[in-house]
Every structure is written in C-alpha cells, then in structure tokens.
C-alpha cells in the first residue's frame, strides 16, 4: 500500500509542476513534511479546473458529475484507482478537511459550467469555493490538527486565496471573455473595461493582499517561506497589471518572468530569514 500511495502523490506533485510554476516553487520550500499533501491538494483543484476550463469537445457536466461522485467514494472508502482522488483523500482523511469546503470547492466549478456572468452575490460565492476553499485546506495541512490555531487564521487565508483568484481574472479577463464566454467581475462590459473599472478591482485586490499579509506572518516557519513566496509573486504580478492600462489588460496577457521569480525566491528568502515581511 506504501508504493501505490507514494506512486498516486507522484502523479498529484507531476500535475503541479506541469500546470503552475509559481505554486511548484513555493511548495518546493516547504519542510518535506508539508509538500506531500499540499501537492495532493493542488491535483484535486487542478483536475475538476481543467474539466470545465478545457475539455470542450466532452460532455463537461457529465465528467463533473462523475468526478464528484468519485471524490466522495474515495473519501468514504479511504481508496481509489485514480491516483490524483487517492492522494486527494489521503490528506482529507488525515487533516480532517471539512466535507462542506469540498462541496463548496466543486459547487464553484459547477457554476462555470453555466454561468458566463456573475452579480455580485454570485461573484463573491464563485471566489469563496473557488479559491478561499482551497487556502482553508491548506490551512487545515498547515495546522496539524490546532483548531485554535486555524481559526486564528482562517480569515487572512480566505483572503489570500481571494486575492490571488481575482488577480487571475484579471490577467486572464481576455481569454475568459473570448475563448469561454466569461465575464467574472460584476458588472463588467468587457468591451467597455475602463480604466476606472480596473482601479476599483485594484483597490478591492490590494485591500485582500494587505490582510492576507497579517496571516503569513504567523504562519509556522516550516511553510511561512512557501506561502510568502506565492504572495510575493502573484503582488509582483499584481504591480505589473496596476502599471498597465485597462486597454492593455483587455488585449495581453501579464506575466512574471522566471528570473523574476528567482529573484524573488532569494529576496522572500532573507525577508523570511529576517523575520521582516511586506
């Protein structure tokens, strides 16, 4: 049972470094003990995201429906043929990750599947099960079991979590709108994005990072590297938008570049080191 359980995280950690280089990176800084089920949480997300993100020529909600089934049987039954729902369960049934943040999770993924514009109830559900959830498992991971401890945090890693998706809608607003159909922000004409609709996200971003940041600080020093790093990355990545205009935005993509982020990995390093993080 050790080899298939080892062989399952394996294909949950090949998932990650093929689909996320940011996460890899942070994950790789983690203490050994914490990137096994960090990686196995990030193949669960990752896989029910390219189900109704990339499999257009399949019956979506059919797959979907079928991977949900399977994530609760995996869970039930503490087993499962398909390595990423194996690893998967292994850290829910450990940690004890709350069944109500996987419903959440993939209750998000269902609403991409019909969804294609969102008010703002809908926009604030989307980014709860969509990406608070999933900083909530980690969080769980982080833990060890210290409920104290989680609830402490669990409001700054909510934020984190929303941050981090909000910047993704705005650097991927082009393909979404084009290539899926999507408007997330509420409100939003893609075809009339203003600069003074992309300062107000700005604000609401910025307001997510600042709070987020109180958390990190007191995250265990084992993964306090790794998630500072994550946000260091993707505040970088949030700059580089802010100095850009609306019309910019809605025509490229903004990325990070890899020497850019190394030089973050080194600069988080001594900040970390240091005990002095911003």
Sequence with gaps: MQLFDEVCSICSKKVT???????SLGIKVFQDKYREPIYNIYGFVRFADEIVDTFHDFDKEQLLNDFERDTYKAIEDGISLNPILHSFQRVVREYNIEKELISAFLHSMRMDLSNNEYGEEQYKEYIYGSAEVVGLMCLRVFCEGNDVYYNELKDQAKSLGSAFQKIN????????????GR???PGLDFNNFSNDHKLE?????????????TGIQKLPKEVRLGVFLAYKYYLNLFFKISMCSAETIANQRIRVKNR???YLLATSAIKNQLNFLN
């Design 183 to 185: 408007t997330y922000f």
């Design 260 to 262: 850019k982020k190394i």
């Design 17 to 23: 470094t093929s689909y996320s280089t940011s996460f």
């Design 201 to 213: 996200i700005e604000a609401d971003i910025k307001k997510d990072f600042d709070y987020a940041l």
């Design 169 to 180: 809608f705005l650097r991927d607003i082009k393909s979404d709108y084009v290539e899926r």
